[in-house]
DNA sequence: CTGAAAGCGCTTACAG
DNA sequence: CTGAAAGCGCTTACAG
């Protein structure tokens, strides 16, 4: 029924009593009377209940009366009002995207591929996205529950989740269809698709102590994240099996920024200025050690290598490049936004769904030089 | 009426004939019933007309009653459909937000500024934002009309524009209420808010100028952007002031990417080796350049200078960090919001805002210092 | 295979 | 100051 021909066809044939009311103060396009059901119905000269099962492509239409209805529809113009549709009917066909209260939080391309992956299967699923911010006031006021039941939204995708998102439990129940985007709760039982970061983790350690590192440093983010835990946890094993251990004072809350990235990395080096590799639980943070090191006159990776975990866009084009691991975050938000639509559709099973991850080379990093302390005032 | 409590309340009084159709295949959450306005209504016993004005402030209803029938909706946890709401009424509540189609277009902090500052004031408005790309078909089949027609939206901002997007046209009649975000034309009348790119673009030659730079490069992007002619424009008058003429081989096409940039940069460096400076028409494009400069072992500043423009988050962290223009996106955002808000409502003045710009020096820039070709093997 | 009617949950003239 | 009623533009049992 949609359709790119836009003759122009008087809507209200002169004959038949007009409609009451007509367009002054509602509706659409100020003044515009749009065709509507009735119109579409009246001139095929069948009912309204005929025209919107042919809208709806319902079987127990003829095949003639379809087409001709059809063919009528789109030399109308019609456009079905969804308005009406959503309210007579059980959805919205709207999904709703919660990101998290950062200052940035739209600027960041975590959060922007995310979205990029999410929009692109939400419109050919026939979906419109809805952006919501997770505020305090949001939060608190029950606002993510208020979008469901005010008719807003048929689901949500919530992404940059944490621990102490307690609300996340409100949707466990399955009564709101929602998703949890890169991340995963073993206290709640939600539904989410996520990266591979354990492997991804693996394949940094594996990697640094191929190259020769012992002295890693780690730059994580608040434990309080699943998958930031999952980092950590393969960090400290697999140095464990070989053999170093390393203690809380090789790590360092790098809070997910580059400043935040820096300011850890100062802190590691004056207390472990042996170090020879940094491992960045994200670009952001890598591209701030990056950055400090720099000023520093460190030089990486003859120096220091330094790797992130991400892959976004930039990595490639700071100096030196970064080597990172590249997260699948278009794939994720596409899968992610699938996975919604089915749940909403009827689909009970629970998702839990996980995409691979892999090493980036990039020249960050290199085979561990000296075994000198490096000479830097901090 | 929007109230933290949540106290249960029976929805139905058993003594009066239950509604027909209760729940089943209907509205909002699977099964649970909720409370309309009927309900509020007959607990109140008044008429559903009452409960609605009391919803909607209207003076006409006594205080009395006011106050008695909101602390009911408030007990009952009322939450008006914004469905039915919006198709009796005028209003969606809802601004589209329309990114052109690149591939990372959400992923770029500059639409994501942008957004930020659009977001954010919606919510304080009381507007939903709906994402939407400008993809072939949304414009082949006119769905920035039909998301007006179709009552998903009362307005739409666009973002990313250029001369090329002729359906821009079809807002300049003022039918569909749109708002063209950081760019203007000439050729339709069209609201916008936008940075000031050509005092921004002054103050970059200015102080290249002052600095001693002559021969100066720009990486400028299509020029089927009216911003990205002005800046070109006050380039060309500031060089030709300065007694310089740099003809088309000075400039080059970086499509506002990394990689564009990069490559750009290359091409001017084979035809003069001689540059000394390099203005980048965005940040993206300088860090581009940074990078290759980087590569070809070319000292920045000390070689060549490059000044960006945008001040993305991430302009200070690269290596040396990029002087550049900061753009107040996140304010033109906010404004356009706000403008678009207006003219729905009903104003009708054009809007043409810009908001000022400023240098921001940081370390890729310095004195010129020699008057040596580079020597480069490109 | 099709139509007449009720319903979704609101808003707003129109009466009183 | 308040209520009864029509209307927004759809969908879906229920009849035939």
New interface residues.
Partial sequence: M?S?S?TEIPAGDPTIAPRLNNGS??????G?K?VSLRDVARMAKVSVATVSMVLNDNPRISRATHLRVQRLMDRMGY??????Q?????Y?Q?LA?LLPAL???????????L??GI??RA?KLGY??????A?PEFI???KYI?I?????VDGILCLGTNDRHHYLEDFSGG??PALVVDNYFDQWKLDHTACDYQSGAEQVMNYLLQLGHRRIALLTAASEITTARAVRDVYLQRLAAAGVTADQSWMEDGKFT?DGGAEATRLILQRHPEVTAIFAGNDKMA??A??LL?RLGVEVPRDISVVGFDD???A????P?LTTVHLPLYQVGSLACERLVERIRGKTESVSEVLSTHLVVRDSTAMVRSNEKLDVSL
Same sequence: chains 1, 2.
């Fill in positions: 949609s790119t836009q103060r509602r509706g659409g396009a100020r515009g749009s456009q079905p009002n969804r308005l009406a959503s309210l007579s009917g059980r919205t709207v995207v200052r940035h939080a739209f600027a960041d391309a975590y959060f922007g591929e979205i990029s929009c692109d419109g419109k996205v809805m952006l919501e911010q505020k608190k006021e029950r208020e469901f039941e005010r008719r807003y009564k709101y580059e591209i701030g990056l950055h720099s976004l866009q930039h490639a084009f700071v100096t490049s």
